[in-house]
T-cell receptor
Framework: GQQLNQSPQSMFIQEGEDVSMNCTSS?????WLWYKQEPGEGPVLLIA?????ELTSNGRLTAQFGITRKDSFLNISASIPSDVGIYFCAGDVTSGTYKYIFGTGTRLKVLA | DAGVIQSPRHEVTEMGQEVTLRCKPISGHNSLFWYRQTMMRGLELLIYFNNNVPIDDSGMPEDRFSAKMPNASFSTLKIQPSEPRDSAVYFC???????????FGPGTRLTVL
């Protein structure tokens, strides 16, 4: 079956540093999504990517849809304490229904 | 505006008991999704509805799980009988259409003893 490998599993960084995380798949995806989840809450969509090679920004966040359609990257610039949380990637299951599989998440901690 | 509402937020029950989780989607949204999140398996889609009709239930783990959406503003996920391995956080999400952004509720943390 399709699998999403997300790395790194966790990151401890200093406030102000840039962050990079990525997802790779064994299969081709048509859509990549990036979510953030804070403790006790559900995931919140950050960025959606629909086209190979697409580069999209949302404030300090930038995500790219890999050319091979098997990977995606999320970068956070100048991290701040409120960036703390778990970041998930998700890709669509190309079966004609709107199903997404999620990566295992990257846990980000920002040290002030 | 109110987001997706889930109840209860926490549920502790004993093995063998019936558990019912509830979800109220965002008003006007036509699609509703039930997910389960565990440390081992991450976030998994269990079932989703479009216009109150179940479209894909291939993620439902076994016959002990059932979901209904009797109207556009309410859905339930039932586990009967519950087992310890069902312990997880269950999320409900809704979207305007199937392909649109999904908005997640705060989740129900289920513990089966």
């Amino acid at each position: 079956g399709q699998q999403l490998n997300q790395s790194p599993q966790s990151m401890f960084i200093q406030e102000g540093e840039d962050v990079s995380m990525n997802c790779t798949s064994s299969s081709i995806f048509n859509t990549w999504l990036w979510y953030k989840q804070e403790p006790g809450e559900g995931p919140v969509l950050l960025i959606a990517l629909y086209k190979a090679g697409e580069l999209t920004s949302n404030g300090r966040l930038t995500a790219q849809f890999g050319i091979t359609r098997k990977d995606s990257f999320l970068n956070i610039s100048a991290s701040i304490p409120s960036d703390v949380g778990i970041y998930f990637c998700a890709g669509d299951v190309t079966s004609g229904t709107y199903k997404y599989i999620f990566g295992t998440g990257t846990r980000l901690k920002v040290l002030a | 505006d109110a987001g997706v509402i889930q109840s209860p937020r926490h549920e502790v029950t004993e093995m063998g008991q019936e558990v019912t989780l509830r979800c109220k989607p965002i008003s006007g949204h036509n699609s509703l999704f039930w997910y389960r999140q565990t440390m081992m398996r991450g976030l998994e889609l269990l079932i989703y509805f479009n216009n109150n009709v179940p479209i894909d239930d291939s993620g439902m783990p076994e016959d002990r799980f059932s979901a209904k959406m009797p109207n556009a503003s309410f859905s339930t996920l039932k586990i009967q009988p519950s087992e310890p391995r069902d312990s997880a956080v269950y999320f409900c999400a809704s979207s305007f259409q199937e392909s649109d952004t999904q908005y997640f509720g705060p989740g129900t943390r289920l513990t089966v003893l």
